[in-house]
C-alpha cells in the first residue's frame, strides 16, 4: 500500500517524530584538575589490553589513576592476571626519571602498584552477589565515595561485572539519595560487553551515565562498533578510507617496541592495536575537551544520547536521527581523498596525530629533552590552556579567531588549520551552519550563515538557536609531528534572537 500525505501534514508527521526523540542531557562536565580514571581490564586474555596499559601508563600525568582492576571477561572465565599489569609499572618506573625530563606530574611507580587490584575472578553475574564483594569492587565504592568534584571515569577494557558487584555494595550500604549522589559521579566507557553484567547494570541502574556499543558478550558485534576505529580496519574490514601505516607491527616496532624498558613490553597484537584504548583517549589534555560530553567528539570517537534495541533507556552510544541527516556518525575525507561516512572515522580521523603523540613519549622514555619533540602551545584571541572557549553570534554575523601567539617550545615552525566539525555539539538541537576564511592560517574568520544547516527534507522548520564547533589544529614540524587542538563553540542566534 502507498501511504500518500499532502506536504504539510508530512511537515507535522516529520516535526512530531523529531521531538518524539529522547531529550539528551543538557549537562556539560566542567572541572578544574585531572580527570579521575578506574580500569577494569581481562588482561592477559590477549595482547590488546597489554598494549592499552602500556599507553595508558604513558599518559598516567595527564590521570588521576584511581584503581586498575585485572578481572574477567568472555575470553578470560576464570582467571585473572594482576601480576601482569604490576609487571608492566615496575616498567614504568624504570622509565619515570627520564619522563619527569619532558613533563611534570607523573606517578611514582609505588602509588600505582598499590592501586592495582584483583576483581571478580569468574565469570560475569554468577560471580555477584552478597558476600562476593572483591579487592577490586571494594576499590570502586571507596573512589565512588571520595568527596571530589570530578567525575570518576570508569574505563570497562573486559567483563563489567566487578562494576555491578560494586554498584550491588554501594546501593547496599546507603540510602536512595545518597546513592544518587553517587551515581552521578561515575562515567562509564565500556568497549562493547564483554559479559552479562553491562546490561544488568543498565536496566538497574538507569540513572548511570554509560557510554557502549551495546553486544552480546562475544565478538560478534564489533565490526559495528565505534572503538574498532582505533585500529581495527584490515581485521574488521571497517576502515574504508582509514591510513592504516601507523597501526601496523612495522610502525608500532621501529616508534613503541624499541624505546627503552616499557617498549620491550609492548607486544605484537593478534588482531587489532589497542582496541581497549580509547575509552581513555577522549581524557587526554590535548585541547579538544572531549569528555566534558560525548558528542563533543576527539581521540575516543563520538557518540549520541538515545535508546537503542534491547535497551530499557537512553545511554551514550551510536546511531541517530535520520531525518537531519546526522548521527553519531563522522564524515571524513580518507587517505584517497573521497569522503566517507563510519562510526569508525569518529575516531581514526585523529590516528596521525594520537600515534605520533603516543610515538613521541615514548621517545621521552630514552632521550633528554633536547633531542625530543614536545606539543605546540595553543593560544586562541589571547587565551591559552586547553579550554574550549565559547561564543555568541547572530546570524549574518562574522567573527575573526586568532591564534598567532601560538607557540611550540622546541623552537619549530608551526602550522594552522581550522575546521567546522560539523557533526559535534549534536545533542544541543540545531546544527548551525558557518563558512571559515583562511582556515589554514593563524587568523580564520568564521561567518554564521544559519542557525540550523539545510535538512534532507526542506520542509522541517528551523526553531531556535544553533551551535558550531569549530577546531584549530596546530601541528610543529618535529619529529614525529604533534599536534595540539582548542575547541572554539559558536552558539549562534536565529533571526529574531537577542
Given at each position: 500500500?502507498?501511504?500518500?500525505?499532502?506536504?504539510?501534514?508530512?511537515?507535522?508527521?516529520?516535526?512530531?517524530?523529531?521531538?518524539?526523540?529522547?531529550?539528551?542531557?543538557?549537562?556539560?562536565?566542567?572541572?578544574?584538575?585531572?580527570?579521575?580514571?578506574?580500569?577494569?581490564?581481562?588482561?592477559?586474555?590477549?595482547?590488546?589490553?597489554?598494549?592499552?596499559?602500556?599507553?595508558?601508563?604513558?599518559?598516567?600525568?595527564?590521570?588521576?589513576?584511581?584503581?586498575?582492576?585485572?578481572?574477567?571477561?568472555?575470553?578470560?572465565?576464570?582467571?585473572?592476571?594482576?601480576?601482569?599489569?604490576?609487571?608492566?609499572?615496575?616498567?614504568?618506573?624504570?622509565?619515570?626519571?627520564?619522563?619527569?625530563?619532558?613533563?611534570?606530574?607523573?606517578?611514582?611507580?609505588?602509588?600505582?602498584?598499590?592501586?592495582?587490584?584483583?576483581?571478580?575472578?569468574?565469570?560475569?553475574m554468577g560471580a555477584t552477589g552478597k558476600g562476593k564483594s572483591s579487592e577490586g569492587s571494594k576499590a570502586i565504592v571507596q573512589a565512588m565515595e571520595r568527596e571530589d568534584r570530578r567525575p570518576l571515569w570508569t574505563c570497562i577494557w573486559g567483563g563489567a561485572g566487578t562494576l555491578a558487584q560494586a554498584l550491588m555494595d554501594a546501593k547496599a550500604a546507603h540510602t536512595p539519595e545518597e546513592m544518587?549522589?553517587?551515581?552521578?559521579?561515575?562515567?562509564?566507557?565500556?568497549?562493547?560487553?564483554?559479559?552479562?553484567?553491562?546490561?544488568?547494570?543498565?536496566?538497574?541502574?538507569?540513572?548511570?551515565?554509560?557510554?557502549?556499543?551495546?553486544?552480546?558478550?562475544?565478538?560478534?558485534?564489533?565490526?559495528?562498533?565505534?572503538?574498532?576505529?582505533?585500529?581495527?580496519?584490515?581485521?574488521?574490514?571497517?576502515?574504508?578510507?582509514?591510513?592504516?601505516?601507523t597501526v601496523t607491527n612495522e610502525w608500532l616496532e621501529a616508534n613503541i617496541r624499541n624505546k627503552g624498558p616499557l617498549g620491550k613490553k609492548y607486544p605484537k597484537f593478534m588482531f587489532i592495536m589497542e582496541g581497549d584504548t580509547p575509552s581513555f583517549l577522549n581524557l587526554i589534555a590535548n585541547g579538544l575537551e572531549a569528555y566534558r560530553r560525548p558528542d563533543w567528539g576527539g581521540w575516543g570517537g563520538r557518540y549520541v544520547y538515545r535508546q537503542p534495541y534491547g535497551e530499557t533507556h537512553e545511554i551514550w552510544t551510536q546511531g541517530g536521527d535520520e531525518f537531519k541527516r546526522v548521527d553519531s556518525r563522522d564524515t571524513v575525507v580518507g587517505m584517497d581523498g573521497k569522503e566517507h561516512t563510519s562510526d569508525q572515522a569518529t575516531i581514526w580521523r585523529w590516528r596521525e596525530a594520537f600515534q605520533n603523540d603516543f610515538a613521541a613519549r615514548m621517545r621521552w622514555t630514552v632521550a633528554d629533552y633536547k633531542h625530543a619533540n614536545h606539543n605546540p602551545t595553543v593560544v586562541v584571541n589571547g587565551k591559552g590552556g586547553t579550554e574550549s572557549i565559547e561564543m555568541d553570534m547572530q546570524v549574518g554575523q562574522s567573527i575573526t579567531l586568532d591564534a598567532s601567539q601560538s607557540s611550540d617550545p622546541d623552537g619549530q615552525a608551526i602550522h594552522y588549520r581550522w575546521f567546522h566539525y560539523g557533526e559535534a555539539g549534536l545533542m544541543d538541537g540545531n546544527l548551525a551552519a558557518v563558512t571559515l576564511s583562511g582556515a589554514d592560517t593563524a587568523r580564520v574568520t568564521v561567518r554564521a550563515d544559519g542557525a540550523c544547516r539545510p535538512f534532507w527534507l526542506p520542509m522541517i522548520p528551523c526553531k531556535g538557536d544553533g551551535v558550531a564547533h569549530v577546531i584549530l589544529a596546530v601541528t610543529d614540524e618535529g619529529a614525529p609531528r604533534l599536534t595540539s587542538y582548542r575547541r572554539v563553540i559558536l552558539r549562534v542566534r536565529g533571526t529574531g534572537s537577542k
Open positions: 500500500m502507498r501511504l500518500r500525505i499532502g506536504a504539510v501534514a508530512f511537515s507535522g508527521f516529520v516535526t512530531s517524530m523529531l521531538m518524539a526523540q529522547p531529550i539528551p542531557p543538557a549537562q556539560v562536565d566542567s572541572f578544574s584538575g585531572k580527570p579521575r580514571v578506574v580500569v577494569i581490564s581481562d588482561i592477559g586474555n590477549e595482547p590488546d589490553d597489554q598494549m592499552s596499559f602500556v599507553r595508558l601508563l604513558m599518559y598516567s600525568n595527564e590521570f588521576d589513576i584511581e584503581a586498575m582492576i585485572a578481572t574477567t571477561s568472555t575470553w578470560q572465565r576464570e582467571k585473572t592476571h594482576p601480576e601482569t599489569m604490576r609487571e608492566l609499572i615496575d616498567a614504568y618506573g624504570e622509565v619515570r626519571p627520564n619522563l619527569l625530563l619532558h613533563a611534570k606530574g607523573w606517578p611514582e611507580a609505588a602509588e600505582l602498584r598499590d592501586r592495582v587490584h584483583t576483581g571478580q575472578s569468574a565469570y560475569g544518587k549522589k553517587l551515581l552521578a559521579r561515575v562515567r562509564v566507557y565500556s568497549i562493547s560487553d564483554q559479559d552479562d553484567a553491562g546490561p544488568w547494570i543498565r536496566k538497574e541502574f538507569p540513572e548511570l551515565f554509560y557510554i557502549v556499543s551495546p553486544s552480546t558478550p562475544t565478538s560478534g558485534e564489533y565490526a559495528a562498533a565505534t572503538w574498532t576505529g582505533i585500529s581495527g580496519d584490515k581485521y574488521y574490514r571497517n576502515g574504508e578510507g582509514a591510513d592504516a601505516t
